[in-house]
């Protein structure tokens, strides 16, 4: 595996590459089990296989955790190499953006970016879709491999390819969970001992809430059970939605399939979480 970190040195060496497939991994690094399965996907699928590890500004708020996200550049050099990543990308903030950052230009997905996670955090898609946008354009893959962990995300990003007509194969791999449950995410090293406790209950309230959905619960009443529940267990919760894995949108009588999603802080840390279920109907 070889690291680079400028712009131009990592085009020049995927000029030869290109005969096969190239597949891209865009991280922020701390990686974790759940990260390294993304990279394995892409290993099956492509001759080339690029990571990168960027901690994006961008996408971070006012009061947001930027300066405190963990950076373990070493420890996630050395897993990434036992994989089989070809090319480890590094650039600093200065080689994505070399301007001022308010003069920065942007991609915005409109109105799927400003709902669900976007609502809470204003600017926050609009600051991965130009990352993930610019780093396409850099890397210029076949493929990318994304979580569905961030569904929300996922779904923007394949907006976004498909709006500009970008001919990039957006992969989703399903989320990688602890043995409770919880979510992987480099953020749980935030939670105090008795916080991680607590945060399956997130993933436990998503199994019972599917159930009940595909029963005939209405979506209403089992968004407003959920988060009655979490915050009577010491969440604070951001939002529970159920929608239509097609739109994103509330269901419908045409939905067949629905998406689960929450995102609570507990403590200090913001967790997010997702079940994909059956739908039949409006709930």
Request: aromatic residues 6%.
């Given at each position: 595996?070889?690291?680079?970190?400028?712009?131009?040195?990592?085009?020049?060496?995927?000029?030869?590459?290109?005969?096969?497939?190239?597949?891209?991994?865009?991280?922020?690094?701390?990686?974790?089990?759940?990260?390294?399965?993304?990279?394995?996907?892409?290993?099956?699928?492509?001759?080339?296989?690029?990571?990168?590890?960027?901690?994006?500004?961008?996408q971070f708020g006012v009061n947001e955790d930027l300066d405190q996200y963990p950076r373990t550049l070493t420890d996630d050099q050395t897993a990434l190499q036992k994989l089989g990543v070809d090319i480890l990308f590094t650039p600093s903030v200065s080689d994505m953006y070399p301007r001022d950052m308010a003069g920065q230009t942007r991609i915005e997905v409109p109105e799927l970016g400003n709902q669900y996670c976007g609502?809470?955090?204003?600017?926050?898609?609009?600051?991965?879709?130009?990352?993930?946008?610019?780093?396409?354009?850099?890397?210029?893959?076949?493929?990318?491999?994304?979580?569905?962990?961030?569904?929300?995300?996922?779904?923007?990003?394949?907006?976004?390819?498909?709006?500009?007509?970008?001919?990039?194969?957006?992969?989703?791999?399903?989320?990688?969970?602890?043995?409770?449950g919880l979510a992987m995410s480099s953020r749980n090293q935030y939670l105090s001992t008795q916080e991680r406790q607590?945060?399956?209950?997130?993933?436990?309230?998503?199994?019972?809430?599917?159930?009940?959905?595909?029963k005939g619960e209405s979506a209403q009443s089992l968004c407003a059970d959920i988060t009655h529940t979490l915050n009577q267990s010491g969440f604070v919760t951001d939002y529970v939605a159920v929608a239509d894995t097609e739109t994103l949108l509330p269901l419908n009588h045409a939905t067949k399939q629905a998406v689960m999603m929450v995102a609570a802080h507990l403590g200090k840390t913001r967790l997010i979480d997702n079940l994909e279920t059956d739908a039949i109907g409006n709930r």
């Open positions: 595996m070889i690291r680079l970190h400028n712009i131009h040195t990592l085009r020049d060496e995927l000029v030869p590459r290109r005969k096969g497939h190239i597949a891209f991994v865009p991280t922020m690094g701390n990686l974790h089990a759940g990260h390294l399965a993304l990279a394995k996907e892409a290993r099956k699928r492509a001759e080339t296989v690029v990571v990168s590890i960027f901690v994006n500004p961008l609502a809470s955090r204003p600017g926050h898609f609009a600051g991965v879709t130009t990352i993930v946008g610019k780093l396409f354009n850099i890397v210029q893959p076949d493929i990318a491999v994304f979580g569905k962990k961030d569904y929300q995300q996922l779904f923007i990003i394949r907006r976004m390819v498909e709006d500009l007509a970008w001919p990039i194969d957006i992969i989703g791999v399903e989320t990688m969970r602890e043995t409770d607590t945060a399956p209950l997130i993933y436990q309230l998503l199994q019972t809430g599917a159930e009940r959905l595909t």
